[in-house]
C-alpha cells in the first residue's frame, strides 16, 4: 500500500525559505521507473506541476520556478524535501507530492496535501 | 499559465453524457505524450482517474473514458451521476525547454 504525507510550515514570511518533506510508504525510491513530484494549488486555482525527482537521481524542474527551487531525497528515511526560496504571497497553496511511474508519466498515489500560507 | 488548455465549466443533467477537451501543442500531447486526467473532489486531494489516455486505474468507474487524437485529448462522463460533480484535470508532458509535466487549467463538472 502505497502512502504519502506531506510535513512543514503551515506559515511563512515573504521572502523566507520554505522547506517541505515527503514522507512515504509502500515503495522504494531506488529505480528510474518511480519518482516524486511535488504540485501546488492556490486556493480556488488550479493545480501546477513544481518539481519530481526519480530514483536514479534525475531531477525536473517547472521552468517558471527553476531558479527557486530544490527537491532532494533521502532514501534511507524514505523522505524527498523540496525547497523554495524567496517566498511571496502569491506562493500560498496546498502543496502536495505524489507517486509518479515514469513509464506512464502519471501521479498515481497522492499525499493529502499542506496549506501553506505566506504573510508576514 | 498552463500550456493545457480546458473549458471553465460543463454541466449535464443526471444520466446524460458530458465531454471534456484538453486542449495541448506540438511540444506535448502532439509529440505522442501520453494524458491523464484527475477528478478532486472539494477539499480533497486530486485522484488519478485515467492514465496512459484511455486506462482506468483498478476502482474507477467504467463511466469515465478517455481518448486523444492529435494535440488534443477529452475525458467523457457517461451516466452522469450526483458524485460526478467535481474539478476535472488532464495533465501531460511538454518536451519544450528542459522537459517538464504540465496540469491542465481545469474543469468544474456541474451536474444539474
Known amino acids: 500500500q502505497i502512502t504519502l504525507k506531506e510535513s512543514g510550515p503551515t506559515l511563512v514570511k515573504p521572502t523566507q525559505t520554505l522547506t517541505l518533506t515527503c514522507t512515504f510508504s509502500g515503495f522504494s525510491l531506488n529505480t528510474r521507473a518511480v519518482g516524486v513530484g511535488w504540485i501546488r494549488q492556490p486556493p480556488g486555482k488550479a493545480l501546477e506541476w513544481l518539481a519530481l525527482i526519480y530514483g536514479n537521481n534525475d531531477e525536473r524542474y517547472s521552468p517558471s520556478l527553476k531558479t527557486r527551487l530544490t527537491i532532494t531525497k533521502d532514501t534511507s528515511k524514505n523522505h524527498v524535501v523540496l525547497t523554495m526560496t524567496n517566498m511571496d504571497p502569491v506562493d500560498t497553496a496546498t502543496y502536495y507530492c505524489?507517486?509518479?511511474?515514469?513509464?506512464?508519466?502519471?501521479?498515481?498515489?497522492w499525499g493529502q496535501g499542506t496549506l501553506v500560507t505566506v504573510s508576514s | 499559465q498552463s500550456v493545457l488548455t480546458q473549458p471553465p465549466s460543463v454541466s449535464g443533467a443526471p444520466g446524460q453524457r458530458v465531454t471534456i477537451s484538453c486542449t495541448g501543442s506540438?511540444?506535448?500531447?502532439?509529440?505522442?505524450?501520453?494524458v491523464h486526467w484527475y477528478q478532486q473532489l472539494p477539499g480533497t486531494a486530486p485522484k488519478l482517474l485515467i492514465y496512459?489516455?484511455?486506462n482506468r486505474p483498478s476502482g474507477v468507474p467504467d463511466r469515465f473514458s478517455g481518448s486523444k487524437s492529435g494535440t488534443s485529448a477529452s475525458l467523457a462522463i457517461t451516466g452522469l451521476q450526483a458524485e460526478d460533480e467535481a474539478d476535472y484535470y488532464c495533465q501531460s508532458y511538454d518536451s519544450s525547454l528542459s522537459g517538464f509535466h504540465v496540469f491542465g487549467t481545469g474543469t468544474k463538472v456541474t451536474v444539474l
Open positions: 506540438s511540444s506535448n500531447i502532439g509529440a505522442d505524450y501520453d
Open positions: 496512459g489516455n484511455r
Open positions: 505524489a507517486h509518479n511511474t515514469y513509464e506512464t508519466g502519471a501521479f498515481d498515489f
